[in-house]
């Protein structure tokens, strides 16, 4: 059977011109002046903050968001996948608790550390608190490495919500529009934001919804210096006390998927207390442990065996 090609032409020519005339716009708006591409950012961002819940949204406090996080090798294929609270006290708290069985590479989420083993109770915990952080799990409650907190000030520092609660006032912000691109399928506009530090961060919009769908920046391995390509992807939005949240959130760095979350619920300014996010609060978490004793017990008998 000889197929008609002429309607085969027309759809490729339609395909043709609808990839390549976002790329033609966003050519056209790098000739912009530094003050309009100045402006169209903030204008872009404004319309962003409104569409995610305007004032509301710039007014969440808190928020706690349950759900699974898949975590990914080097390769791509999937390592891990465990249950996931995600507790946040803006702009730099963080008690993040992975509930599940065994021992488990918790690397890639706020600044992790590897080999970690569940508790009786089947919970890892890590927790932040500006520039101090612990870990909990069947070992005990110890302080988070150094490099894992300055993984985590470097995450909240690129963190998409605090930029736009945050960091739009900052006087040392440079805004720069991308113009308009296809962005996962979806007619898009990237803004360009480079920040005190030097740090420069790319956010696009959907046109449609004005929300955010994929943020780039680009990062330094702090042990190799060598440079890489992180994205975190938005999608699945959903309205949680007027406040549009992405339930799933994908990171890749350098193209390859490194986790994903997939959050079944969220509440927001529910008034967290500040004594959640302490070191005393797994201090008293691991004084009711069922592996306190054991852990006591393996310390004692390595003690004597080395004396």
């Known amino acids: 059977m000889r197929m008609n090609a002429r309607p085969v032409f027309a759809v490729a020519l339609l395909a043709a011109c609808f990839s390549h005339a976002p790329r033609a716009a966003a050519r056209e708006d790098q000739f912009l002046m530094p003050e309009q591409s100045a402006a169209k950012a903030k204008q872009v961002l404004a319309q962003a903050i409104e569409a995610l819940g305007g004032s509301a949204y710039l007014n969440v406090r808190d928020a706690t968001c349950t759900g699974h996080i898949s975590q990914f090798d080097t390769q791509g294929e999937l390592s891990e996948y465990v249950e996931l609270n995600d507790i946040r006290q803006f702009p730099d708290k963080a008690r993040i608790e992975y509930i599940g069985k065994g021992r488990h590479t918790i690397l890639q989420y706020?600044?992790?550390?590897?080999?970690?083993?569940f508790s009786h109770g089947g919970i890892i915990i890590s927790l932040f608190n500006g520039d101090r952080g612990w870990t909990y799990d069947r070992s005990g409650v110890s302080e988070l490495p150094a490099e894992s907190i300055s993984e985590f000030q470097e995450e909240m520092k690129r963190n998409t919500d605090n930029l736009l609660r945050y960091?739009?006032?900052?006087?040392?912000?440079?805004?720069?529009?991308?113009?308009?691109?296809?962005?996962d399928l979806k007619q898009a506009e990237w803004v360009e934001l480079v920040d005190s530090e030097d740090r420069t961060i790319r956010i696009a919009f959907e046109l449609a919804t004005h929300l955010p769908i994929r943020k780039t920046v680009e990062i330094r391995d702090p042990k190799t210096r060598r440079k890489s390509q992180e994205v975190d992807v938005y999608s699945n939005y959903h309205p949680v006390g007027g406040i549009q949240t992405p339930l799933q959130v994908t990171r890749e760095r350098n193209s390859i998927k490194v986790s994903q979350v997939f959050f079944e619920k969220c509440d927001l300014n529910t008034n967290l207390p500040d004594a959640l996010f302490t070191r005393e609060s797994l201090d008293q978490r691991w004084a009711q442990s069922p592996d306190k004793n054991k852990y006591k017990d393996k310390k004692d008998k390595g003690d004597r065996d080395r004396n």
């Open 110 to 117: 706020l600044g992790g550390i590897d080999g970690l083993e």
């Open 167 to 183: 960091h739009l006032k900052d006087p040392n912000m440079v805004f720069r529009y991308g113009g308009t691109d296809v962005v």
